[in-house]
């Protein structure tokens, strides 16, 4: 058993309480194998004794398990003098029974990421699971307008928010609370707080799927969710354009810094998608597009690349990671989001709707 196979083995101990692994909390600094003898040493900066003693109980068991090695020394370091109550990790963040969370995030805004985590979240909802949707660009909260949602949430009498049924699924909005009418204007710490509250708050019940419509860029959010929530992946949106491309690579390398697998990338806004009828089957003709002939029924389909076409894949393949598909522009997206369905909902026979549908067949062989 080599040292990667021993990094894969402990990315099952999770800090107790937490969802999280202790790989990705970086607590183990060094593996040392000699033949079948085996030392790691673990930096647990908690001074609970406690919950040191079940990590390195839990460590040796994982490690025994496999009947590789002679001998496990496992070597803990001391925490910080300074250590205090302040200086433990946080209680877990999510309140419910989550089996899976995934973010839909982009590398800039206007890429149309809070559309494609609503329509994804509503066909996984059609698909027979139990999903939730969590908006967390705070500054921008747009799933209520998505969603048509103008209620505000109940709460329990244990203090904690209810979120509201819609379209087959549980949704919560920062809009919900606030108003989208007014601006947000906070720092970074105040943020962050709300985005604990979004999940320690929310009364999630069980859930099969989280889908986190997360803000653009790689900020304040972006470090609290990573450091506090074992994501089981990520979906990243872009645009064709170079422009949004070369945000992307951001975006990617955050989640993988942080063991949070990149599912792959969406191409939105992915060329104009018009499809109509014609009567005694005429022919089209556009300047610069070309001729286009109607089928026998008098029905035609047309893509007219307004950007450009094919970034999206050609960055899915730079990063490594697989390409989801292309999401057009149409009149149907455009209409649904504006009257408040989404349009796997609104238009479920449209090419738009089949596109999200396909990606949310990848996203349940991804979670499977």
């Given amino acids: ?49 406690d919950v040191r003693k079940t990590i390195v109980a839990d460590v040796r068991n994982v490690l025994e398990a496999t009947k590789e090695f002679t001998d496990i020394n496992i070597q803990v370091s001391d925490p910080p003098a300074e250590a205090t109550s302040t200086a433990e990790a946080p209680a877990p963040l999510v309140n419910g029974d989550i089996k899976h969370i995934v973010a839909v995030a982009s590398g800039k805004g206007g890429v149309g990421k809070s559309t494609v985590a609503a329509n994804l979240a509503v066909a996984m909802a059609k698909k027979g699971y139990k ?7 705070i500054y921008g909260p747009s799933l209520p307008i998505i969603l048509g949602i103008n209620t505000t949430p109940k709460i329990t009498d244990e203090k904690k928010l209810i979120p509201v049924d819609v379209h087959g699924l549980k949704a919560m909005s920062f809009g919900l609370i606030s108003g989208n009418k007014a601006p947000t204007i906070w720092r970074g710490p105040l943020v962050s707080k709300m985005t604990q509250q979004f999940f320690r708050d929310v009364e999630w019940g069980n859930l099969d799927i989280l889908i986190l419509d997360l803000p653009p860029g790689t900020g304040d959010i972006h470090l609290t969710l990573t450091q506090h929530i074992q994501l089981s992946g990520a979906i990243i949106v872009t645009t064709p354009q170079d422009m949004a491309l070369a945000d992307v690579q951001k975006g990617a390398d955050m989640f993988r810094k942080v063991n949070v697998p990149v599912y792959g990338v969406v191409e939105n806004m992915s060329g104009l998608q018009i499809e109509g009828t014609v009567t005694n089957n005429a022919q089209i003709d556009l300047k610069g597009v070309g001729v286009i002939n109607p089928d026998e029924n008098g029905r035609f389909s047309l893509r007219m690349d307004l950007f450009k076409r094919g970034g999206g894949l050609k960055e899915s393949k730079r990063l490594g990671v697989p390409f989801l598909g292309e999401i057009p522009i149409s009149s149907e997206i455009t209409t649904a989001s504006d009257e408040g369905t989404p349009v796997v909902s609104a238009y479920p026979n449209s090419t738009s709707a089949r596109c999200y549908h396909d990606l949310a067949n990848q996203l349940e062989g991804f979670l499977s």
């Fill in 1 to 49: 058993m080599n040292k990667d196979q021993i990094i894969h083995l402990l990315k099952s101990v999770n800090y107790p309480g937490f969802t999280r692994d202790i790989i990705s909390f970086g607590m183990v600094k060094n593996i040392s194998l000699d033949d079948r003898n085996l030392t790691i040493n673990l930096n647990i900066t908690t001074a609970k004794d």
């Fill in 131 to 137: 999903t939730g949707l969590l908006d967390l660009d």
